[in-house]
């Protein structure tokens, strides 16, 4: 819960900080200051470093797709004119996706109760941001980013849980964000302006985005993917969009109605369905 709750803060932080600089500019600036930060840390504390040159190469795999791709593309796609409503319906399959893939790649089986509490969590989501959709611009560069950034987080989720569960959180982390500040940093020295306006707001909104989701809720979300199973930990992002409603209710009024609470009373359910322990094997069958 405080994974689900650190990490739904991101959207008020890109709320706050994208008026201020331009997306990729924004992420650039971000990871470079986290993976500093991280080798400091790593270095202060003789974390220990990958044994082989393979293991660098995965963990920066991972961090290509969940850092560079996943944020890169929510970043861009809002900016692009996608409403942070239709981002969400798109990236909300991602639970879904996972499940789908967690058998063939990592050989997880999902069961029947999970599946229904996969299905019933997405339909929770789409209810939530149902009306956001309605108003929405519907740009055809912004649904394409979108879909990077579900691929992305799906893909890196995956691939985090198969080759990259023994790594330290903090050298493993700091190679990850390098990874992803250079993915983004192409496209926000060829196509951006790289300007920046140093408002109190925009400072906030970095800081908070530095310390609380890309050291606190990602060093939970490596913790929980190594200890559960992906498609579990997976369905925990359905409880996402309920929670950012929710603070967009309290810190910028916005109206949460009816659909939207019964939305956010089925993604939980959901989450809860999936996460209940698999049904014991009958004797004889």
Not at 36 to 48: G, Q
Not at 137 to 151: I, Q, R
Not at 180 to 199: D, K, R, T, Y
């Amino acid at each position: 819960m405080l994974f689900v709750l650190l990490w739904s803060t991101g959207f008020t932080g890109a709320k706050l900080g994208l008026p201020y600089a331009e997306p990729f500019t924004f992420l650039a600036l971000r990871f470079a200051i986290v993976a500093a930060l991280l080798a400091v840390l790593a270095a202060l504390m003789r974390a220990p470093l990958p044994a082989r040159a393979a293991d660098y190469g995965h963990i920066a795999v991972s961090g290509l797709l969940i850092h560079g791709i996943y944020l890169g593309g929510v970043f861009a796609a809002i900016h692009h004119g996608i409403s942070a409503g239709v981002a969400a319906v798109i990236v909300g399959t991602q639970p879904l996706l996972t499940a789908a893939l967690a058998g063939p790649l990592l050989g997880e089986r999902v069961h029947g109760m999970q599946w229904a509490g996969l299905t019933l969590g997405f339909t929770g989501v789409a209810l939530v941001v149902s009306g956001n959709i309605e108003a929405a611009g519907t740009s055809v560069t912004g649904f394409v980013l979108s879909t990077a950034a579900l691929l992305g987080i799906t893909f890196g989720t995956l691939y985090q849980k198969r080759f990259c569960t023994t790594m330290d959180l903090r050298s493993g982390s700091c190679i990850q964000y390098v990874a992803a500040g250079v993915l983004v940093g192409v496209p926000a020295w060829l196509l951006e302006e790289n300007a920046i306006v140093w408002s109190g707001e925009f400072v906030f909104a970095l800081t908070w985005l530095i310390l609380v989701l890309s050291v606190g809720a990602v060093t939970l979300l490596w913790m929980l993917i190594r200890r559960g199973a992906a498609a579990r930990v997976a369905s925990l992002f359905y409880l996402v969009p309920p929670v950012v409603a929710i603070q967009g209710y309290l810190l910028f009024d916005e109206q949460l109605g009816a659909v939207a609470i019964g939305g956010m009373a089925l993604a939980a359910a959901g989450v809860a369905v999936v996460n209940r322990p698999a049904p014991a094997a009958v004797k004889g069958t």
